[in-house]
């Protein structure tokens, strides 16, 4: 007669061991309480090859198992922090955003100039990190499809920055600083989707053998730059 582990199956009665035992072999029983070791290496290990592959391969050409093996960690120990798919994208989405917002909350009771000087710094950091832009960049298609888990993100991402950017030149409004007659909506949204041209572009320009030629190819920050500066000529009544 055989086991299911394949070992002949005893024909005696089994004989248990005592607990202690597996934990002094380092078997199943685990102290309570005791943290898994190197557990918050392993999940930042996995956000960060993450952000650097769905960036290259987008939300659909990218695999869990992908990212397991870009981490060295079994597709299982993966699973053990991220539960699906959906939720490692979701906090994909969460780091690129959180950087951006806690610049803008910093500079949220300022003038909308130094604002706008904290959106071109966030800007220059992008270009520094060129696998965030690449994360949004690679979630542009969602748009056309309001069932793709990276929509309702890219909807929220684009209303909530247009939201804040617009509220920025309304403080400067009531506190004397921008023109009354300025178009607060329309120059955040161009501001927003001047910006993310310009990535496109910037991308395009500097991805490994591109067929992109001169034309395309952008400083991004000086040329968003010089839409801030002609915006601020236009609508500030700073001194």
Request: aromatic share 8%; with cysteine.
């Amino acid at each position: 007669m055989t086991s299911i582990s394949g070992r002949p199956a005893s024909s005696g009665p089994r004989r248990t061991l005592p607990r202690a035992h597996y934990r002094r072999r380092g078997g199943p029983g685990r102290g309570p309480g005791r943290p898994r070791t190197g557990s918050e290496d392993k999940r930042e290990r996995i956000l960060a090859e993450a952000v650097t592959i769905f960036g290259t391969h987008g939300y659909w050409g990218t695999t869990l198992a992908q990212v397991a093996r870009a981490a060295e960690i079994s597709k299982a120990g993966l699973l053990h922090h991220f539960p699906s798919k959906d939720a490692l994208f979701a906090e994909v989405l969460q780091r690129r955003d959180a950087e951006d917002v806690i610049a803008f909350l910093a500079t949220e009771g300022e003038d909308p100039w130094i604002f706008l000087d904290q959106w071109l710094d966030i800007m220059e950091r992008n270009v520094r990190h060129r696998e965030f832009v690449a994360v949004y960049t690679a979630m542009t298609p969602t748009v056309l499809d309001a069932t793709h888990p990276g929509h309702a993100w890219m909807a929220g991402h684009l209303a909530e920055t247009i939201r804040l950017i617009e509220q920025s030149f309304e403080r400067g409004k009531r506190k004397g600083l921008v023109r009354a007659e300025m178009p607060s909506r329309m120059v955040a949204r161009t501001l927003t989707a001047l910006s993310d041209g310009l990535q496109i572009q910037w991308l395009c320009a500097t991805t490994p053998d591109t067929a992109a030629g001169a034309e395309v190819a952008t400083g991004m920050v000086e040329e968003i730059r010089l839409y801030v500066d002609t915006v601020r000529d236009q609508w500030s009544l700073r001194a």
